[in-house]
T-cell receptor, first 113, second 115 residues
Framework: DAGVIQSPRHEVTEMGQEVTLRCKPI?????LFWYRQTMMRGLELLIY????????DSGMPEDRFSAKMPNASFSTLKIQPSEPRDSAVYFC???????????FGPGTRLLVL | AQKITQTQPGMFVQEKEAVTLDCTYD???????LFWYKQPSSGEMIFLIY??????QNATEGRYSLNFQKARKSANLVISASQLGDSAMYFC????????????FGTGTRLQVFP
């Protein structure tokens, strides 16, 4: 299995631009998690899905952030408009049953100038 | 609310020695689980070990073991026979509440293994 795939691996954009991060979970996994990691706030969960349905989005910072999972093999995290404080590493993770054995993707390193 | 505390920002250990990374937690739930993850310099998060609050035995996975002391609310990670490849950030985590799949993470401990 290829593991969790994230794209792009690196993204540099200017403030105000729309950013779309993509994730392909491991085939057969029912859960998908989006995390953000920064020096200031550490690693925090933004949102997670179970069977393509968003279950908890309480970690989404504000309305500029949105996440979708149109099918079992694809999810996006969108930031519109982006701001410099959104600069972080964004991880996607998937698992069969909850967070016990979630597998993380390599992350997308986002820099907003 | 649940809280995870890792008080050691950095640790050093010599190759082949054992090292303990501290993690304390605060919860009012009776049922909960504790996780440890490793983050090497390459950035990916790697699941290491899990301990359920009702597990009678301490969890072990190869060279990793979890020293679970429920009364003290501590879940320390023990790495035996350290290797240079163990140099990484280590995060302790637990569910935000017993009935959610949302994890909260500690601030991490940076482990450096030297020859």
């Amino acid at each position: 299995d290829a593991g969790v795939i994230q794209s792009p691996r690196h993204e540099v954009t200017e403030m105000g631009q729309e950013v779309t991060l993509r994730c392909k979970p491991i085939s057969g996994h029912d859960y998908l998690f989006w995390y953000r990691q920064t020096m200031m706030r550490g690693l925090e969960l933004l949102i997670y899905f179970n069977n393509n349905v968003p279950i908890d989005d309480s970690g989404m910072p504000e309305d500029r952030f949105s996440a979708k999972m149109p099918n079992a093999s694809f999810s996006t995290l969108k930031i519109q408009p982006s701001e410099p404080r959104d600069s972080a590493v964004y991880f996607c993770a998937s698992s069969l049953q909850g967070p016990e054995t979630q597998y993380f993707g390599p992350g997308t390193r986002l820099l907003v100038l | 609310a649940q809280k995870i505390t890792q008080t050691q920002p950095g640790m050093f250990v010599q190759e082949k020695e054992a090292v303990t990374l501290d993690c304390t937690y605060d919860t009012s739930d009776q049922s909960y689980g504790l996780f440890w993850y490793k983050q090497p310099s390459s950035g990916e998060m790697i699941f290491l070990i899990y301990q359920g609050s009702y597990d009678e035995q301490n969890a072990t996975e190869g060279r990793y073991s979890l020293n679970f002391q429920k009364a003290r609310k501590s879940a320390n990670l023990v790495i035996s026979a350290s290797q240079l490849g163990d140099s990484a950030m280590y995060f302790c985590a637990m569910r935000e509440t017993y009935n959610t799949d949302k994890l909260i993470f500690g601030t991490g401990t940076r482990l450096q293994v030297f020859p």
